[in-house]
């Protein structure tokens, strides 16, 4: 069947069916906690397939990898020395973040400053391992992130590099997404517009990937942790497959 015979509704019974199933995700474990904890390496679509499981089930979510981002942006906006461990710490501990926490809506600001867009840029990416490698500042936001969770009713889902084994390791949900290299490259090329070059992609993909893994381990699944490969999945496929693992885990128990 194409997508575009999926996505066109041909009867009214489809239309009560898609209703039905909408109106089922948004009651999985109501008024009960559910944190859907997401990994994964860049490219693999975790943000924006996180994002629609989000607005699926009618919960919070949270993107962690921008608050590492807007601490990276804080640094070079205010000239702090990324390579200079204690001030990179500091930056994190006393950074005023503010974000959105809806799947609908994207917004970050740091210190009252907008930085939606600017914390996307290829600099940033290119500067955000100083933070992400940094433990005591990844310490301040594994804190941060904790208290974000709690403050939503522990009804949220939460995607980074060590949610499902550091931030979140008691969430009824745990999965790695991920995806090969080729399709990692491609996704996050598509993403930039095209405006990459084969070999800054493979810096922001693979040589980020790399740094950052010298601190977590984000590409094996821990022990209840499921795995989702969407190398040969498309968007809407991949959000089915992670809904249908959130569905397993909190009926069947970890994998």
Same mark, same amino acid.
């Given at each position: 069947?194409?997508?575009?015979?999926?996505?066109?509704?041909?009867?009214?019974?489809?239309? #009560?069916?898609?209703?039905?199933?909408? /109106?089922?995700?948004?009651?999985? %474990?109501?008024? &009960?906690? *559910?944190?859907? !904890?997401?990994?994964?390496?860049?490219?693999?679509?975790?943000?924006?397939?996180?994002?629609?499981?989000?607005?699926?089930?009618?919960?919070?979510?949270?993107?962690?990898?921008?608050?590492?981002?807007?601490?990276?942006?804080?640094?070079?906006?205010?000239?702090?020395?990324?390579?200079?461990?204690?001030?990179?710490?500091?930056?994190?501990?006393?950074?005023?973040?503010?974000?959105?926490?809806?799947?609908?809506?994207?917004?970050?600001?740091?210190?009252?400053?907008?930085?939606?867009?600017?914390?996307?840029?290829?600099?940033?990416?290119?500067?955000?391992? #100083?933070?992400?490698?940094?433990?005591? /500042?990844?310490?301040?936001?594994? %804190?941060?992130? &904790?208290? *974000?969770?709690? !403050?939503?009713?522990?009804?949220?889902?939460?995607?980074?590099?060590?949610?499902?084994?550091?931030?979140?390791?008691?969430?009824?949900?745990?999965?790695?997404?991920?995806?090969?290299?080729?399709?990692?490259?491609?996704?996050?090329?598509?993403?930039?517009?095209?405006?990459?070059?084969?070999?800054?992609?493979?810096?922001?993909?693979?040589?980020?990937?790399?740094?950052?893994?010298?601190?977590?381990?984000?590409?094996?699944?821990?022990?209840?942790?499921?795995?989702?490969?969407?190398?040969?999945?498309?968007?809407?496929?991949?959000?089915?497959?992670?809904? #249908?693992?959130?569905?397993?885990?909190?009926?069947?128990?970890?994998?």
């Amino acid at each position: 069947m194409s997508n575009a015979e999926l996505n066109t509704p041909t009867t009214g019974g489809t239309d #009560a069916a898609q209703a039905a199933n909408a /109106a089922d995700e948004r009651a999985l %474990r109501q008024g &009960r906690p *559910l944190v859907v !904890a997401v990994d994964g390496p860049s490219g693999s679509g975790k943000s924006s397939v996180s994002k629609e499981v989000a607005r699926r089930l009618g919960l919070a979510f949270l993107d962690t990898g921008a608050m590492y981002r807007s601490v990276a942006w804080h640094c070079l906006n205010g000239r702090i020395n990324l390579e200079n461990a204690g001030a990179v710490e500091a930056a994190a501990r006393t950074i005023n973040m503010e974000q959105t926490m809806v799947p609908d809506a994207e917004l970050f600001k740091v210190n009252g400053i907008n930085v939606t867009d600017a914390i996307r840029e290829p600099k940033i990416s290119q500067a955000v391992s #100083a933070v992400a490698t940094n433990l005591g /500042a990844r310490a301040e936001l594994v %804190r941060r992130q &904790r208290e *974000l969770i709690a !403050a939503h009713g522990r009804r949220i889902v939460v995607e980074g590099r060590d949610i499902t084994t550091v931030v979140a390791p008691d969430a009824e949900a745990r999965l790695i997404l991920t995806a090969s290299e080729e399709a990692r490259l491609r996704r996050r090329g598509l993403q930039l517009g095209g405006t990459q070059t084969a070999e800054q992609l493979a810096e922001q993909v693979l040589a980020r990937d790399a740094k950052d893994a010298t601190v977590v381990d984000f590409h094996q699944a821990a022990d209840g942790v499921y795995t989702v490969d969407s190398s040969d999945l498309d968007f809407e496929q991949t959000v089915d497959a992670v809904i #249908a693992v959130v569905r397993q885990a909190v009926h069947a128990g970890p994998a």
